[in-house]
């Protein structure tokens, strides 16, 4: 759900209100890929022997892998190990949907899980399910042929959904992890069209390459949520500094044509303990509709593209396990002493930009 357009007066920092935009573009491409994941199908792939309606659902906090695309060796495993989903639930839809039901739409079955599914999900994390995390609410529905003989379960859960609609494998249980969405340092974040795509080589073109991770946390230890400006003026010094430290100095970013972006934590992502953000490189197109491809890590050459980068093929298939991984965030997040009056647009690395409209 993209966020509206920054009013005319609107004096917070260019560089975060055009990372604010990506960011949004993000959670719409989490959407859709969520959407698409419901195609996902556990009992039997199409073709096989008609299977049998199945017996009630996943116990609840249990964790689901499978290896086929389209689900049909869905299998428990231990939640330490790596899987593709964790059970907040599972619901029969009997009382809804008669014997002779027709299959639902996709539309149907999105407006299912959006009601039924999310609930479940706050319950299991103890109402702090962050909407805009990591972790997104997905299911598995029977398949058309299991529905026609009498399977009537969602099996509801928590993922992690690629941008293109796959899942990535995650350790741990849920209820124990960070749900902050930020990644490794070093981690490039592939481009499609001018926005956000998944981690990619950043020998490869992309939108943006991760220098640092800040915790807004030890800037505001109160549980009041902090407002975007607020939520700036320590991020915005703090990325500036791991963007010079991890460059390789204080002039190499802004000798690049590079630009420090950070993210902000929304008020319902604050309330559910979210407090981690991510701090980016990247560069805008010279008429500022959004990102121009970049070739190279900040450490080595860098290439700036002037004309937006091709659209991602729709290749992927929605729900099976993701072909790579991107790295696990092992580093430490700490936001750096900084100087409350210091205006991050003021550090030669950080260059003033126009937010970027084709998010």
């Given at each position: 759900?993209?966020?509206?357009?920054?009013?005319?007066?609107?004096?917070?920092?260019?560089?975060?209100?055009?990372?604010?935009?990506?960011?949004?573009g993000?959670?719409?491409?989490?959407?859709?890929?969520?959407?698409?994941?419901?195609a996902?199908?556990?009992?039997?792939?199409?073709g096989?022997?008609?299977?049998?309606?199945?017996?009630?659902?996943?116990?609840?906090?249990?964790?689901?892998?499978?290896?086929a695309?389209?689900g049909?060796?869905?299998?428990?495993?231990?939640?330490?190990?790596?899987?593709?989903?964790?059970?907040?639930?599972a619901?029969?839809l009997?009382?809804?949907?008669?014997?002779?039901?027709?299959?639902?739409?996709?539309?149907?079955?999105?407006?299912?899980?959006?009601?039924?599914?999310?609930p479940?999900?706050?319950?299991?994390?103890?109402?702090?399910?962050?909407?805009?995390?990591?972790?997104?609410?997905?299911?598995?529905?029977?398949?058309?042929?299991?529905?026609?003989?009498g399977?009537?379960?969602?099996?509801c859960?928590?993922?992690v959904?690629?941008?293109?609609?796959?899942?990535y494998?995650?350790?741990?249980?849920?209820?124990?992890?960070?749900?902050?969405d930020?990644?490794?340092?070093?981690?490039?974040?592939?481009?499609?069209g001018?926005?956000?795509?998944?981690?990619?080589?950043?020998?490869?073109?992309?939108?943006?390459?991760?220098?640092?991770?800040?915790?807004?946390?030890?800037?505001?230890?109160?549980?009041?949520f902090?407002?975007?400006?607020?939520q700036?003026?320590?991020?915005?010094?703090?990325?500036?500094?791991?963007?010079?430290?991890?460059?390789?100095?204080?002039n190499?970013?802004?000798?690049?044509?590079?630009?420090?972006?950070?993210?902000?934590v929304?008020?319902?992502?604050?309330?559910?303990?979210?407090?981690?953000?991510?701090?980016k490189?990247?560069?805008?197109?010279?008429?500022?509709?959004?990102?121009a491809?970049?070739?190279?890590?900040?450490?080595?050459?860098?290439v700036?593209?002037?004309?937006?980068a091709?659209?991602?093929?729709?290749?992927a298939?929605?729900?099976?396990?993701?072909?790579?991984?991107?790295?696990?965030?092992?580093?430490?997040?700490?936001?750096?002493?900084?100087?409350?009056?210091?205006?991050?647009?003021?550090?030669?690395?950080?260059?003033?930009?126009?937010?970027?409209?084709?998010?």
């Amino acid at each position: 759900m993209p966020s509206p357009s920054p009013d005319a007066d609107d004096d917070r920092p260019p560089a975060a209100r055009s990372v604010r935009r990506m960011a949004a573009g993000a959670t719409v491409g989490a959407i859709i890929a969520f959407v698409a994941s419901l195609a996902l199908t556990a009992g039997g792939s199409a073709g096989g022997a008609p299977p049998e309606p199945r017996t009630p659902g996943a116990p609840v906090g249990a964790c689901l892998d499978w290896t086929a695309d389209d689900g049909s060796d869905v299998r428990l495993v231990d939640c330490v190990q790596p899987h593709l989903f964790q059970s907040v639930g599972a619901l029969s839809l009997g009382d809804v949907f008669g014997p002779a039901a027709a299959f639902p739409s996709e539309n149907a079955w999105l407006s299912m899980v959006k009601e039924r599914c999310t609930p479940l999900a706050g319950e299991f994390l103890a109402a702090r399910f962050d909407p805009f995390g990591r972790y997104t609410v997905g299911a598995l529905k029977p398949s058309q042929q299991g529905w026609r003989n009498g399977d009537r379960l969602l099996q509801c859960g928590l993922q992690v959904v690629t941008r293109a609609g796959e899942l990535y494998r995650v350790p741990g249980d849920v209820r124990s992890q960070d749900q902050s969405d930020v990644h490794e340092p070093g981690t490039c974040l592939g481009i499609d069209g001018v926005n956000v795509g998944d981690p990619v080589d950043c020998a490869e073109p992309h939108a943006v390459e991760v220098v640092g991770v800040v915790d807004l946390a030890i800037a505001f230890p109160a549980p009041d949520f902090p407002d975007e400006n607020k939520q700036d003026d320590a991020a915005g010094p703090a990325c500036t500094t791991l963007a010079a430290e991890y460059a390789g100095g204080p002039n190499v970013v802004a000798e690049k044509k590079l630009t420090v972006y950070w993210d902000t934590v929304r008020q319902d992502s604050w309330l559910a303990g979210t407090r981690k953000v991510d701090c980016k490189l990247g560069a805008l197109l010279p008429d500022k509709s959004g990102f121009a491809p970049v070739t190279g890590g900040v450490r080595g050459p860098v290439v700036i593209g002037d004309q937006p980068a091709p659209v991602t093929p729709e290749t992927a298939t929605p729900g099976a396990p993701a072909k790579t991984q991107p790295p696990l965030l092992t580093v430490a997040t700490t936001v750096p002493e900084v100087d409350s009056t210091t205006d991050p647009t003021g550090d030669p690395t950080v260059e003033p930009t126009v937010e970027p409209t084709g998010g």
